[in-house]
């Protein structure tokens, strides 16, 4: 009995040798060494693994990037400094980031935005919102309200504000896009930050009923395109700017009666 037990454990160890030896020799001869670089890099991005330059998270794009399957540029949170540190480690040649913030092209608020008769009691989420009623407002192009958006941004940095509008903090913003990407109703709109004209509005009913669901709406007239020498089209009832052509001292800004279309003061650094 006792033979037969030694006998198993002098098996059981030597198979136990046998196999640890050739997985040893297997990894040191199979083994595939990690580039010093990819590590390097990894310390220096942000770790939000936010997934905003469309890997799977900051390690995934320091592979990507030591690869060069993605610019050093790639990373919207990082920002500039990140991306001349990661061409630095490369070599490459460092290329300038325009820092994009999201702008909220709706506002249709509490007061503007007329809301429905029935009143909608499921769930909050603009997703669901957009799919189950439409929302509460008369308006099928304006915000939900839903707060999808803030939920999405991981910095914190964009809240609903009393009038139930989307409200971004440009301090804490660090241009990610997952806000956008949230919007059901694409009323986020990622824009680079020296960028200060806009139509606010993404309705597209013909006019009259335009203004009759939001008293700020966009209701089609046509006076900003007329005057803007190609800067600014009328599609779907609804001004769209082209800002390759856009010249911004061409905009009858007073004439618009909605006071849809606006110039913002924004910083120019």
């Given at each position: 009995m006792e033979l037969t037990i030694i006998t198993a454990i002098v098996t059981m160890g030597g198979l136990g040798f046998?196999?640890?030896?050739?997985?040893?020799?297997?990894?040191?001869?199979?083994?595939?060494?990690?580039?010093?670089?990819?590590?390097?890099?990894?310390?220096?991005?942000?770790?939000?693994?936010?997934?905003?330059?469309?890997?799977?998270?900051?390690?995934?794009?320091?592979?990507?990037?030591?690869e060069r399957k993605i610019e050093p540029n790639a990373c919207p949170v990082g920002g500039e400094d990140v991306a001349n540190t990661i061409a630095e480690i490369l070599g490459v040649e460092k290329s300038n980031i325009t820092k994009l913030i999201p702008r909220i092209l709706c506002n249709?608020?509490?007061?503007?935005?007329?809301?429905?008769?029935?009143?909608?009691?499921?769930?909050?989420?603009?997703?669901?919102?957009?799919?189950?009623?439409?929302?509460?407002?008369l308006c099928y192009y304006g915000c939900l309200g839903g707060g999808?958006?803030?939920?999405?941004?991981?910095f914190g940095a964009i809240i609903m504000n009393d009038d139930e509008l989307p409200l971004v903090i440009e301090e804490l913003c660090t241009g990610c896009g997952l806000c956008a990407k949230a919007c059901p109703r694409n009323v986020i709109e990622m824009h680079p930050i020296q960028r200060n004209i806009f139509v606010f509005c993404k309705n597209q009913d013909e006019p009259k009923r335009a203004k009759e669901v939001c008293s700020v709406s966009c209701?089609?007239?046509?006076?900003?395109?007329?005057?803007?020498?190609?800067?600014?089209?009328?599609i779907n009832n609804l001004a769209i700017i082209n800002y390759e052509k856009l010249d911004g001292t061409k905009i009858p800004f007073e004439k618009c009666s909605t006071g849809a279309i606006k110039k913002l003061d924004v910083a120019t650094n």
């Open positions: 046998l196999f640890s030896s050739g997985l040893a020799f297997a990894d040191k001869k199979l083994r595939v060494e990690e580039n010093p670089l990819i590590e390097k890099i990894n310390q220096i991005l942000p770790g939000a693994n936010c997934g905003a330059c469309g890997n799977a998270g900051c390690y995934d794009f320091a592979v990507k990037v030591v249709g608020n509490k007061f503007n935005a007329v809301k429905k008769d029935v009143i909608y009691s499921g769930p909050q989420s603009c997703a669901v919102k957009a799919i189950v009623s439409g929302g509460d407002k999808d958006c803030v939920k999405a941004c991981p209701i089609g007239c046509g006076i900003c395109a007329r005057k803007s020498d190609g800067g600014i089209q009328m």
